[in-house]
């Protein structure tokens, strides 16, 4: 999901002044670190607002910042819908890289700030980016080699970019761009605003209705309420309490199940001739973190030289999470920094102007808890077993596959009386205050709409790496609804911290490309997807499974009527029940990395 401006620069810098002087630095969250690190000032442009034609003649705004040295130069590409000339990452890399000897070049999208045209994610992404790479390789200070970085829409677009195997684009550094899946092994995330066919609310009309605006005029943050926006029925409407202008907020939802839409738009489907060699970075708890790690296998498999770099933190949160932070609840305590700025400087030098090979695994991965940096040739590593807990008598996580008569558990879920979203997957809100990535969930856990599974307290150390998935037996009495589960750390204090979490929309239960309603009592094996980890989890500690029907406003309420739910301002509630027996268990399933 593309990531936004929280405020401008002046409130921004005010902010981070007084957190230096009120809060100590260690307490201050890896998003709020990663912000200081881009306040910097990158001095003007050597040619500014370059107006650059397009294949069908819309020019987009481009600014070039040359370094000291002189001659045929590698240059690195920045195009981003959030101001070129103000946004902190751009600056920040504009910095970094000149003092090296690489060009700059930073590209306001089509239909944003300086350029000409309308904007939307991401149909023309593609195309213009290859307009502009011929522009780069004519120059003078070109030598003809172009690589490409930037965190969710600057890493998005590079993707769109590398679908397009352009002979000049040598080296690409998408961070946090999961964003840019589309029907890649049957995700359809789009943009990260969708989970299991569920609409992430809190992120998608938050970033529309701060960041949407679709012309030059109406570019930049707008100030939102997301508070008074977010319960407004129909879901539809939702952008429009925001802002009177057009975005694309309402073609997202009515278009979910048009393959056609998204695939003009340029999401990956796994098609692509993918040449260009990738860095891939992202974070633990970023909305779209198993998409990267897909998007990355993607590329890897054709061939192309790929690495993954997966941290602590939240979205674009890995400057601000190496070193000592909070991620959320969640302490990150380094033993050695893993040096993000100059093992992407090294990877472009490597591909753009014949440096040495960056020495790193396929996969490097930080290890929550247990503090630690970890090498990998796949995901999961080696050595990582499925682990499956299954929901059993007394809703307990019993490792036993159960052997007694069949269980069932019911909850009702009340798409008018949601069960509130606590942190969790999460981004680009618009809501200063939200929470994100893993916080404690105890807040929530005495509600009868939320059911609970609790292990018994390991008697060793278990260390999580891959994918959590669960596999559930559903029944319910309506045509459609909804199921929201998070797997959480409980401590021996009793304080549950939301590890990850998934949803699945039971229609989609089949896939999006063939959605079906349910029959009323018939009972379903169904499996949600509840992203990746590695975390440690302490001697004495439990793992706890939510199951729930919502989690709002992270994702939209499913009214329960089996209508289109975007046009309805109506909910049912609706009565859920989950099965397990000895020939169809309920489970949890995680990887346990034996060392």
Known sequence: ?????????????????????????????????????????????????????????????????????????????????????????????????????????????RGRHGSEGVFAPYPHAGSDGVATLDWITAQPWSNGRVGTLGCSALGEAQ???????????????????????????????????????VFGLATGAG????????TPARSGAIPTDPARALPHLPLIDVVRQMRSDSTDYEAFLMSFENSDFWRNAGYVTGAEPFATPALFI???????????????????????????????GTHCGYLGSDQDTLVGDLAVELEVPFGFVETIISFLSQHLADGPALELPELSYFSLVENKWRGASDWPPKGAEEVSFYLSEGQVLDSQHPTEETQ???????????????????????????????????????????????????????????????????????LDTDLVLRLTDVDPQGRSLLLQEGALRMRYRAGVEHPELMEPG??????????????????GHRLRL??????????????????????????????????????????????????
């Open 1 to 109: 999901m593309m990531r936004r401006v929280w405020f401008i620069v002046a409130a921004l810098l005010c902010m981070f002044v007084l957190a230096a002087l009120f809060t100590p630095w260690r307490d201050m969250t890896s998003a709020a670190k990663n912000y200081v690190a881009w306040r910097v000032q990158a001095g003007k442009p050597n040619q500014a607002d370059v107006m650059i034609p397009m294949a069908d003649g819309v020019r987009l705004a481009t600014d070039v910042y040359l370094p000291s040295a002189q001659g045929a130069l590698p240059t690195v590409l920045m195009r981003l819908p959030y101001g070129k000339r103000s946004y902190g990452e751009v600056r920040f890399w504009v910095d970094k890289l000149t003092r090296r000897g690489f060009v700059v070049v930073a590209q306001d999208m």
């Open 159 to 197: 993707l769109m970019l590398a679908a397009q195997a352009h002979p000049a684009h040598r080296a690409m550094v998408p961070i946090a761009a999961g964003g840019a899946i589309g029907s890649l092994d049957g995700s359809h995330s789009y943009f990260s605003t969708f989970e299991g066919g």
């Open 207 to 214: 970033w529309f209705g701060e960041q949407g605006g679709k």
């Open 282 to 312: 992202d974070t633990w708890h970023d909305p779209g973190i198993r998409s990267t790690l897909q998007l990355a296998q993607a590329v890897a498999q054709k061939a192309v030289e790929t690495r993954t770099i997966i941290a602590a």
């Open 408 to 478: 069932a558990w019911q909850f009702r879920s009340d798409p008018m009386n949601p069960v509130p979203s606590v942190g969790g997957a999460l981004c680009c809100t618009g809501d200063p205050d939200a929470l994100e990535g893993p916080v404690f969930q105890n807040s929530i856990e005495g509600r009868d709409d939320l059911l609970l599974f609790t292990s018994a307290p390991f008697k060793n150390l278990l260390l999580l790496a891959g994918p959590i998935r669960a596999t559930l037996q559903v029944s319910a009495d309506v």
């Open 522 to 539: 018939q009972t379903y094996g169904v499996t949600i997807e509840m992203r990746d980890i590695a975390y440690l989890l302490r001697a």
């Open 546 to 595: 939510h199951v729930a029907g919502s989690s709002f406003p992270r994702l939209e309420r499913n009214l329960n009527t089996g209508g289109a739910n975007w046009d309805e301002t109506q909910g049912i509630s609706a009565n859920i029940t989950i099965h397990s027996d000895a020939a169809r268990p309920s489970s949890v399933t995680v990887y346990v990395l034996d060392e």
